[in-house]
């Protein structure tokens, strides 16, 4: 194995010869992702697992015992508690009564705000280098002391990086397409005859791992304990489904009730001789509706899906907040990094769209405009300074709607 500083250099390297072409194993890793300690880790486990048990809703941990999935009451069971102590003080707790288990929580660092920018200044760096996924990326924190992944050896639509935390991990990888070859290789837990055409790559704290997403796999271990983070970027969205979906948002505005008829009136399906000749009235009438669409609305309709998409930050989701505005709150942004997006309308240009975490806001309120710039500017400040006169009461809803998304803390 190669050491390596994650530095420009690296990602340039990375994003030329190795993203989605090969795996690449790098040893003492100089990442901020790291940097946090198993204790660390620890305490944020229990401050999900305590709101978890608050909510009586496990969301976003999953088990598995001798590689079955448990459902969501068990699952609330065997969450870590603060007074396992540590890492190591939960695992003799579930070793006692699990021989083979594996607790993954997903998304562990987003609900963290202080942690938050470790997970983040990684991905902003590899997206600058290879692309914003035009689906997403997800962390997960994978614990326990299973032999193997417990859904056998597979293949996603994703490319993962991982970062063993605690004990030794064996990543065992075959090449693009032979799972496809091998089809007895899906899902299996034993693959002796197929190991030939395998490499398996060993790391422990401090390491990193990557493969692309052609790469079938599996995790294997001695049964000892381990904690491994693990990031997916999720690379099954081309651009043509996004563009796509973009411009059936626009033309099913465009539609309107018309766009819902579920049958289509005709004159004649065809003539005698069985040729199809004459377009419905329906595809007319659209047809029409699509010819007089101007680049001002497409342009429009294009920029604003994309600022949807990126007010997502590249994640599934960002986690909202409760958080009851009223003109008296004060407000800043809830993270320096994580900005309100906001565009200024193509076509009529006193209209702002504002987004984050995924959610639009359509105004035309200037004083909003300016609260969201100053909230950029990383200011803080009472709402009431910014939201006065007869646009108040609507801006606040919409600040509101930003709020709830996630936007903002007081
Ligand atoms: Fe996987």
Known sequence: MKSVALDQKFWKHFAKNIWEKQALALKNVKSGLLEMSAAEIFDLLVLYSDRCRKLNDPEGFKFYIDGFKAGPEDVLQVLPEKSDKSLLGYHQRMEAEFSDYCLVCDELLQVNLKKQHLLTDFTDELYRHVGFPNRFSEMGLYLGNYRQTPFGVHVDSCGV???????????????????????????????????KDSVVIKAGPGDMVYWPSSAWHIAESDGSFSATWSLGVWVNQPHKEMFTDSLKDILSTKLGAKGDLPTTKFKSLHNKSGEVSELPQAYQDSLRTLQNLTSEELQEAFLKSWMKHISLQGFKTVPGVRLKLSYKSKI???????????????????????????????????????????????KAFVVGEFLKGKTAQADLKSLQTLADAGALSL
């Open 161 to 195: 990086f991982s970062f063993p935390v605690v004990g030794t991990k064996n990543f065992r990888l075959w090449p693009a397409g032979y799972g496809e070859k091998h089809p007895a290789l899906d899902r299996a837990f034993k693959y002796d005859k197929y190991k």
């Open 332 to 378: 800043k942004l809830r993270s320096d990094r994580s900005l309100i997006l906001w565009q200024q309308g193509v076509i009529k240009k006193n209209t702002y769209y504002f987004s984050f975490g995924g959610v639009l806001v359509e105004s035309n309120s200037f004083p909003l405009l300016k609260l969201v710039q100053a909230l950029n500017d990383r």
